[in-house]
């Protein structure tokens, strides 16, 4: 069994920053990817990034050039740098795991407002 808990949402003005983080817990796991996925109200949830245990980055085309994926596999982290952010950057974001069953995380809300 696997258990995410991610950190770091909140309220920011537009051009702001925020860091979201997500650790990944349980015994025995060999992760293949970790990453972030987006859903705003009325949307389906939509890629923002990941990143494959060999280092391998991929990127929501809405987000390139602002957000940056980083992990920790020693701690089997994940972590999240967004710059810039625009309202349309508002919605809750889900920390996912795969292993190569997929784990998601509870949440974290994101908006961005002035």
């Known amino acids: 069994q696997v258990q995410l808990v991610e950190s770091g949402g909140g309220l920011v003005q537009p051009g702001g920053s925020l860091r979201l983080s997500c650790v990944a817990s349980g015994s025995g796991i060999s992760i293949l990817s970790m990453g972030w996925y987006r859903q705003a109200p009325g949307k389906q949830r939509e890629l923002v990034a990941t990143?494959?245990?060999?280092?391998?980055?991929n990127y929501g085309d809405s987000v390139k050039g602002r957000f940056t994926i980083s992990r920790d596999k020693g701690k089997n982290a994940v972590s999240l740098q967004m710059n810039n952010l625009k309202p349309e950057d508002t919605a809750v974001y889900y920390c996912?795991?795969?292993?190569?069953?997929?784990?998601w995380g509870k949440g974290t809300q994101v908006a961005v407002s002035s």
């Open positions: 990143i494959q245990s060999g280092g391998n980055s």
């Open positions: 996912n795991v795969r292993i190569p069953t997929n784990y």
